[in-house]
């Protein structure tokens, strides 16, 4: 709650004419009313009595809020209430709006049946709205008799038709000319040549204000600091923005923000431009036409890096790098995230923040390595706020906790539903003591298979079917994710897998486990197609040591399973398979001490590549089908014929 009637109404006035009358350019042309002004250094109006007030009151039915009041006993009206607005109603020219202007009826059209009733008073504002603008560029300003808080002060909207914006909000009409005030500095922050220094006592405060906001901010104290620019941004202050937009971006916040008037500055463009084109990149839909448009003042040479950069971006390619100790930092934590350790990799990161080397002055903390295919994914909100309470720079400050880790030691979150509803069946291996890089050797036919660079599974998938020209029926191929399992452990993980055919189905763990230990899972229990399953193998030295499957309700299997995997004790009297399926994945934990890192499989991006097939080769009689994609000129529309073929061809 404002007491808006202990506000110094004079004190206030009078500075914002002086700063007016001291803006504007020698020998510029201008009316007698604004030359006056200028001269005497007033954009108001004598007083107004306390009679005049009464007598509007009375012509009007209502009585006038309090901040508006107080207003009128200062100045009877207002010149120049920011940039759009050229006279301010006082007590002789303010009255009710009536829908003079015609809009109740085109807000109207817009409303539907199912229009709540913030739109309906929004509409009906026109109507009921005591308008306050005399003269205007289009732009209308009106008092809500409706809309009153509890001292008795009204809202004041404001509204023009060349913003396609709706109304805009003001909590009473005190806030309503403060605000106009900042749009005053705003526009004229924004000096062209020949125009004289818009400097004053507001501009000198509020560029001391964000020197200390800095400051701040690399203390840790990015709270405070947001608070100090986003108010001086409001004023149009040069620095503010592109300060402000460093924290709000690391609080993984990508809209509106452009880091204005520091971008285009050489010094900070290699990391400041990656983020701002990776937004781009993220939007355009290929239409680089507005590329530029934040890079207005750019050189030749910084635009030719923003398209490179924006090439990278798109094509997975772009890395970051930085210097000195953190970027050895930055190095390490990229190798961990590459393998699936984003919390290890996290810590590398944020550990090493207090040994990075800013890039100037307005640098105030590292952002490239939010694009980075590979260590951007590490960032969270929770993450952001770490790092921005993180002291750098040489900066004094309190060092904040960790962030908890987003990876759990187990593997019981595969049971959980993901946010999208898609993971409903998934299989992995767990090899032991073998690096990631080495499970194509052991799962893949050949030794030239070789791993992806590392991207989302979905980008994977995508890639994958892009470039393969013929699909089987008898041919699983699983596309598969790699990194550490943990201690002494490797996985390789597929999301999204072939239906289970239990009759043809081929375990990959006897190969995977020459010279060691490994274990394969797949599951289906929650599946949307087809009834519930779950495959537990294991094998040891390239030899199938115990395997079970459930499918159709019963179970078959092989070997001397240990009492803690038995799965008689989950599939006994099965009822709910999420439960079945979480006590598995819980049991092959304690069993084998391996997890998988959750934060890489759902957000990260990991190397992948194409396993053998998981299905037997079709038998004489067996009926499979085949479809190969051409590509040439005399072609369907679509591109491409199909075609079957093999035994029994289908």
């Known amino acids: 709650m404002t007491d808006t009637t202990a506000f110094d109404w004079r004190s206030f006035l009078l500075r914002w004419s002086g700063e007016w009358a001291d803006s504007l350019p020698d020998g510029e042309a201008r009316g007698g009313d604004d030359e006056a002004a200028r001269q005497a250094r007033w954009l108001g109006f004598p007083p107004a009595s306390e009679e005049r007030i009464a007598a509007v009151e009375e012509r009007l039915g209502r009585r006038m809020p309090p901040s508006y009041r107080e207003f009128l006993k200062v100045s009877d009206g207002w010149r120049h209430a920011g940039g759009f607005v050229w006279l301010l109603a006082g007590t002789e020219d303010a009255h009710w709006h009536d829908n003079e202007s015609g809009l109740a009826d085109v807000f ?34 009106l008092m809500d008799p409706e809309d009153v808080d509890e001292d008795g002060e009204w809202a004041v909207y404001t509204w023009a038709g060349w913003r396609a914006a709706p109304p805009e909000r003001h909590a009473n009409f005190l806030e309503f000319m403060r605000d106009m005030h900042r749009e005053f500095h705003s526009l004229r922050a924004r000096r062209g040549d020949g125009e004289p220094v818009f400097a004053n006592d507001t501009t000198r405060k509020l560029d001391a204000q964000v020197e200390e906001a800095r400051l701040e901010a690399l ?111 930055v190095e390490r934590a990229r190798e961990l995230a590459r393998w699936g350790d984003t919390d290890g990799a996290w810590r590398t990161l944020v550990n090493a923040v207090p040994l990075w080397e800013p890039l100037g002055p307005d640098h105030l903390a590292p952002l490239g390595w939010v694009t980075d295919p590979v260590l951007g994914p590490l960032l969270t909100p929770e993450r952001g706020r770490e790092l921005l ?32 509803g898609h993971r409903t069946s998934y299989r992995f291996v767990l090899v032991e003591g073998v690096e990631p890089e080495e499970l ?13 660079e590392p991207m989302t599974f979905w980008e994977a998938r995508r890639r994958s079917l892009h470039h393969q020209r013929e699909f089987s029926s008898y041919d699983d191929r699983a596309l598969m994710a790699v990194g550490r399992a943990g201690t002494g452990w490797s996985f390789a993980f597929d999301g999204d897998p072939a239906p289970f055919d239990r009759r043809r189905f081929v375990s990959p763990a006897a190969a995977a486990g020459a010279g060691t230990r490994a274990v394969v899972v797949w599951s289906g229990l929650r599946t949307w197609h087809g009834e519930p399953f779950f495959h537990l193998s294991v094998a040891e030295d390239g030899v199938e040591q115990y395997a079970f499957t459930y499918a159709d309700g019963e179970i078959r299997q092989s070997g001397e399973i240990p009492r803690a995997l038995d799965p008689s004790r989950f599939f006994g009297d099965m009822k709910d398979g999420a439960e079945a399926e979480r006590s598995l994945l819980e049991a092959v934990t304690g069993q084998f001490g391996a997890h998988l890192p959750r934060h890489a499989i759902v957000n990260g991006r990991l190397h992948t590549f194409a396993t053998r097939s998981w299905t037997r080769p079709p038998r004489d009689g067996e009926t499979y089908t085949v479809i190969r994609m051409h590509r040439g000129t005399a072609r369907p529309a679509d591109g491409g014929r199909t075609e079957s073929e093999g035994p029994g061809s289908s």
């Open 108 to 141: 109207e059209e817009y409303l539907d049946e199912d229009a709540g009733p913030e739109e309906r008073r929004e509409a009906d504002l026109w109507r009921r709205g005591l308008q306050l603008d005399v003269e205007s560029d289009a732009t209308h300003v």
């Open 440 to 452: 194509p050797g052991r799962l893949a036919d050949g030794d030239g298979t070789v791993l992806n």
């Open 389 to 420: 309470s993180t002291p750098r720079d040489g900066q004094a400050g309190g060092t904040p906790g960790p962030t908890a880790g987003l990876d759990p030691d187990d593997l019981a979150w595969l049971a959980e539903p993901d946010p999208g």
């Open 219 to 329: 203390r840790g104290g990015w709270e405070r600091a947001v608070k100090m620019l986003d108010e001086a941004k409001a004023y149009g202050r040069p620095r503010a923005a592109g300060l402000g937009d460093q924290v709000r971006r690391l609080l993984g916040q990508t809209s509106m923000v452009y880091f204005d008037g520091l971008v285009t500055d050489p010094r900070y463009a290699r990391e400041l431009l990656p983020p701002l084109v990776a937004e781009h990149a993220a939007h355009s839909y290929r239409d680089d036409s507005t590329l530029t448009f934040h890079l207005r003042g750019a050189d030749d040479d910084l635009v030719a890096l923003a398209y490179a950069t924006l090439d990278e971006v798109r094509n997975g390619t772009y890395r970051y790098t930085a210097a000195g100790p953190f970027g050895e930092a």
